[in-house]
């Protein structure tokens, strides 16, 4: 069998070249902090606080669970999941009833679900939600 050429010193200096900056193309994308998605909505109904702590026309955002409530100006509350669509991170600024996604500044409305400004193209998660006892409960069999 014939040896194997080694790999030049050239070859070498340039692989490890590569390997760095692919590595921040791939931190570009991750959510901030510890470089991962964040974990996924409530795969179970879950207490979110009181019914009177959203106002009619706003919006509360659940850092904790990744959802945000609103009400509509009848007093219909929706829920969605504050998982980016564009890129699966956290969204955890809410102003207003505009939510901002810190990975690349795609924002959603919190009344609606959809994309207000890209580069998030798909509109957040509707999750059920109800109010039980005066409590918000949303996710799966809410």
Known sequence: MPARPSASRRTVLRGAAVVPAAGL??????????????????????????????????????????????????????????????AGCAIDKLQGTTLICPCHGSRFDALTGKVVQDPATVPLTELPVKTVKGRIVAGPGA
């Open 25 to 86: 193309g791939l931190a570009a994308c991750a959510a901030p902090g510890n470089g991962t998605s964040t974990a996924a909505t409530p795969t179970a109904p879950v207490d979110l606080g009181a019914e009177g702590d959203v106002a009619k026309g706003g919006a509360e955002l659940y850092r904790d669970h990744n959802v945000v409530v609103s009400r509509d100006g009848s007093g219909t509350l929706k829920a969605y999941s504050t998982v980016c669509t564009h």
